[in-house]
């Protein structure tokens, strides 16, 4: 089992910046991947950024790519999600998850954390 526990969401205007964590706990060898993905009401849950732990590959959703990244601590049991230059478009539940498969389809994903909202005005 792995226990997945997000922070950081919060409340910006269009432009701002915000800092999701993702503290990994538990059989936490048994990632091969770790990911964010993000709901907003009424839309299908997408994956906008990935990282394979143990060569370190990143990839990210056309819709975030040079604005979101994708960032683990030294002990790879702490995950990041830095977001710039925040759109209104970008409002949704972000979730962490961790899975097997290195893959934006989140069949894939075994565990994932309760989710951090995050609210961009414009």
């Known amino acids: 089992q792995v226990q997945l526990v997000e922070s950081g969401g919060g409340s910006v205007q269009a432009g701002g910046s915000l800092r999701l964590s993702c503290a990994a706990s538990?059989?936490?060898?048994?990632?091969?991947?770790m990911g964010w993905f993000r709901q907003a009401p009424g839309k299908k849950r997408e994956g906008v950024a990935r990282?394979?732990?143990?060569?370190?590959?990143?990839n990210y959703a056309d819709s975030v790519k040079g604005r979101f990244t994708i960032e683990t601590d030294g002990s790879k049991n702490t995950l990041y999600l830095q977001l710039n230059s925040l759109k209104p478009e970008d409002t949704a539940m972000y979730y962490c998850?961790?899975?097997?498969?290195?893959?934006?389809?989140?069949?894939?994903?075994?565990?994932w954390g309760q989710g951090t909202q995050v609210t961009v005005s414009s």
């Open positions: 990282m394979h732990i143990l060569n370190g590959d990143t």
């Open positions: 998850a961790a899975g097997r498969f290195y893959s934006f389809d989140s069949i894939y994903y075994n565990y």
């Open positions: 538990g059989n936490t060898a048994s990632r091969y991947c």
